[in-house]
């Protein structure tokens, strides 16, 4: 699926209507250059899920974990400053392997021999100001269930 999102608002919004859709155990891999609006995405998609709490962008401090109203978890993971994820790898299964918890991650480079096989992964690609165009490819039928909703 392909999208171009006009604004930092409709990236929000991109990111609630896909959190709206999930429900628990679900891995998001955000792709994108420094700036293209992966945590305006992840702002977006914590709010569909009930959490007021400030989303900031996990750089600096690798993880951050939120919790829902429903009482299920998000992480939101950031590997740009690492080269080796080290104890993070375990966290990072313990996160993914939770049925309760969403996981969304940035930079997910290090760290893909980690990743399931039923994951979304959402490419965001600067155009011009504001604008982006946006590719979310599914890789397995939880994953494909979700683009098919959001259509």
Known sequence: MELE?????????????IGALCTGGEVIE?????GAGKT???KGFAHALGI???VQSPSY????????????????????????????RSELQDSIN?????TIIEWSEIISDVLPSDRLQITLNTLMGEEREVI????????????????
């Open 61 to 88: 401090t690798i993880s951050r974990v939120y919790m829902t109203e429903s009482g299920r978890l998000l992480a939101h993971y950031d590997f740009y400053r690492l080269s080796d994820a080290g104890v993070m």
């Open 40 to 42: 305006t995405f992840a």
């Open 136 to 151: 979310i490819k599914a890789s397995g039928p939880h994953s494909e269930n979700i683009i098919e909703r959001l259509t």
């Open 52 to 54: 007021e709490d400030e």
């Open 30 to 34: 955000l792709i994108g250059d420094i």
């Open 5 to 17: 999102i006009p604004t930092s608002e409709a990236m929000e919004k991109l990111g609630a209507r």
């Open 98 to 102: 939770d049925p309760q918890t969403i």
